[in-house]
């Protein structure tokens, strides 16, 4: 092989390889039900948070059973979670007395304040919870913020998901029966 043909090889290496890693982070962007929160199946996990007012609340008693559930988490500065608010509010006007919503809110880069702040703005009229010390984010495999999670009438997750491009309403209308 010549010197030439290597740097064409290389040079072809160099131009292939952001092409394949931006498949593969697209790929991310669109990740759900797939190693994202808790398995399918299994019961939802307990986790001891808190009240925007600090009181110590425990997550499953905002998921009373027999009534589905939605979990989100969710941080005022993340755009991804913003754009999965509207699909959110249709959910809520659509099935608001038939299935619970709360947010969890991630203490990363903000604080109860600020969460306080976005709810005088915009409230979308579910709970939000503060995870100060992240015991919900560990319970539940939330790597990362705009993760939600679906719980049927038993308390078993029925969907677990990433990202914007989620189709929450559909997945809501299948756990809800319709």
């Given at each position: 092989m010549t010197f030439h043909a290597a740097r064409r090889r290389d040079g072809a290496l160099l131009f292939v390889a952001p092409l394949v890693l931006a498949a593969l982070l697209a790929l991310a962007g669109h990740a759900s039900a797939q190693g994202v929160g808790p398995s399918v199946g299994t019961q939802a996990p307990a986790a001891a948070l808190e009240d925007l007012d600090g009181k110590a609340v425990q997550l499953l008693s905002y998921m009373p059973k027999g009534k589905p559930a939605l979990i989100e988490?969710?941080?005022?500065?993340?755009?991804?979670?913003?754009?999965?608010?509207?699909?959110?509010?249709?959910?809520?006007?659509?099935?608001?007395?038939?299935?619970?919503?709360?947010?969890?809110?991630?203490?990363?880069?903000?604080?109860?304040?600020?969460?306080?702040?976005h709810?005088?703005?915009?409230?979308?009229?579910?709970?939000?919870?503060?995870?100060?010390?992240?015991?919900?984010?560990?319970?539940?495999?939330?790597?990362?913020?705009?993760?939600?999670?679906?719980?049927?009438?038993?308390?078993?997750?029925?969907?677990?998901?990433?990202?914007p491009d989620q189709d929450l309403e559909a997945e809501v209308t299948k756990l809800m029966g319709g």
């Amino acid at each position: 092989m010549t010197f030439h043909a290597a740097r064409r090889r290389d040079g072809a290496l160099l131009f292939v390889a952001p092409l394949v890693l931006a498949a593969l982070l697209a790929l991310a962007g669109h990740a759900s039900a797939q190693g994202v929160g808790p398995s399918v199946g299994t019961q939802a996990p307990a986790a001891a948070l808190e009240d925007l007012d600090g009181k110590a609340v425990q997550l499953l008693s905002y998921m009373p059973k027999g009534k589905p559930a939605l979990i989100e988490f969710w941080a005022s500065w993340c755009e991804q979670c913003a754009a999965l608010q509207p699909q959110l509010d249709r959910i809520r006007a659509r099935h608001g007395s038939e299935l619970s919503m709360v947010a969890v809110a991630v203490a990363v880069s903000q604080t109860v304040r600020r969460v306080k702040r976005h709810l005088e703005e915009h409230d979308p009229g579910y709970p939000y919870l503060w995870d100060a010390r992240g015991e919900a984010v560990r319970a539940y495999n939330a790597l990362t913020t705009r993760g939600v999670g679906l719980l049927d009438a038993q308390g078993k997750v029925a969907y677990a998901g990433v990202g914007p491009d989620q189709d929450l309403e559909a997945e809501v209308t299948k756990l809800m029966g319709g």
